[in-house]
């Protein structure tokens, strides 16, 4: 069995991507907690899997866009020990043409990654920062850097964690904690696969072809390591050529 290195946070955890993320810091050798709101069960199961394949994780269960409830659970968990490794993956859309959109439409994907970003790193950094040594991954979104119909929310959420990647990098570069963001294109899910046939992955993609969410995984778990120190402030695409 695996021994817990550092201690590992990835919000969303149980979406595809977040799933990915989470077995690849367990594979690390970090204990990592398996975030989730409404897909407890899911995330359970998740746990379970990176358990009995020699791993360590848990869940951690709360609405990341409930702040007083956020830094109660997050404050109590860094109470001894810091997390050391921070994965703000979780996000939503919602999606209609901007004239359309309503403000229930605007706040709620707002909500979950621009403030969902602030509940859940803010009560965690200074027992990262006391530690001297830290790792924050930002998940974002092609859709940030190129802009898409019908999502002015969707990237405007992520646009902003961009910013806020490479401000809060400046912040605490000194203390051996990095902040990077990492922007991903199409990657394979039940809804890219519903959405984009062969033909318009063909037309939108340079590559060919989707990307895998292990893929991705694998660049978060390289910004997650040692071997990251010297990359931080930075928005790394993942798109097969997109952009």
Same mark, same amino acid.
């Given at each position: 069995? @695996?021994?817990?290195?550092?201690?590992?946070? %990835?919000?969303?955890? /149980?979406?595809?991507?977040?799933?990915? &993320?989470?077995?690849?810091?367990?594979?690390?050798?970090?204990? +990592?907690? %398996?975030?989730?709101?409404?897909?407890?069960?899911?995330?359970?199961?998740?746990?379970? *899997? &990176?358990?009995?394949?020699?791993?360590?994780?848990?869940?951690?269960?709360?609405?990341?866009?409930?702040?007083? $409830? /956020?830094?109660?659970?997050?404050?109590?968990?860094?109470?001894?020990?810091?997390?050391? &490794?921070?994965?703000?993956?979780?996000?939503?859309?919602?999606?209609?043409? =901007?004239?359309?959109?309503?403000?229930?439409?605007?706040?709620?994907? &707002?909500?979950?990654?621009?403030?969902? =970003?602030?509940?859940? $790193?803010?009560?965690?950094?200074?027992?990262?920062?006391?530690?001297?040594?830290?790792?924050?991954?930002? %998940?974002?979104? +092609?859709?940030?850097?190129?802009?898409?119909?019908?999502?002015? @929310?969707?990237?405007?959420?992520?646009?902003?964690?961009?910013?806020? $990647?490479?401000?809060?990098?400046?912040?605490?570069?000194?203390?051996?904690?990095?902040?990077?963001? +990492?922007?991903?294109?199409?990657?394979? *899910?039940?809804?890219?696969?519903?959405? =984009?046939?062969?033909?318009?992955?063909?037309?939108?993609?340079?590559?060919?072809?989707?990307?895998?969410?292990?893929?991705?995984?694998?660049?978060?778990? =390289?910004?997650?390591?040692?071997?990251?120190?010297?990359?931080?402030?930075? $928005?790394?695409?993942?798109?097969?050529?997109?952009?």
């Amino acid at each position: 069995m @695996n021994s817990p290195g550092r201690r590992a946070l %990835v919000s969303g955890g /149980s979406g595809e991507l977040g799933a990915a &993320i989470c077995r690849m810091l367990a594979r690390a050798g970090h204990h +990592v907690y %398996v975030h989730a709101n409404r897909r407890a069960e899911v995330a359970r199961q998740l746990a379970q *899997s &990176i358990t009995a394949q020699g791993g360590s994780a848990e869940v951690l269960q709360f609405d990341i866009t409930d702040a007083a $409830t /956020s830094r109660a659970v997050l404050e109590a968990l860094v109470a001894d020990q810091p997390i050391q &490794i921070l994965v703000n993956n979780a996000g939503i859309t919602d999606d209609a043409v =901007f004239a359309g959109m309503s403000a229930v439409q605007w706040h709620r994907v &707002i909500d979950v990654s621009v403030h969902g =970003f602030y509940n859940v $790193t803010q009560p965690l950094l200074l027992p990262m920062i006391h530690s001297r040594w830290g790792r924050i991954v930002n %998940v974002t979104s +092609v859709a940030a850097l190129t802009g898409n119909r019908g999502q002015v @929310n969707y990237a405007a959420a992520k646009g902003a964690l961009h910013a806020a $990647t490479r401000a809060l990098a400046l912040e605490v570069a000194s203390r051996g904690v990095t902040v990077n963001a +990492v922007a991903p294109g199409i990657i394979r *899910s039940p809804l890219a696969d519903a959405a =984009f046939d062969a033909a318009r992955i063909a037309q939108l993609v340079p590559a060919g072809r989707v990307g895998e969410a292990d893929e991705v995984a694998a660049l978060v778990g =390289f910004l997650a390591s040692d071997r990251a120190a010297y990359i931080t402030g930075q $928005t790394v695409s993942i798109n097969g050529g997109m952009i």
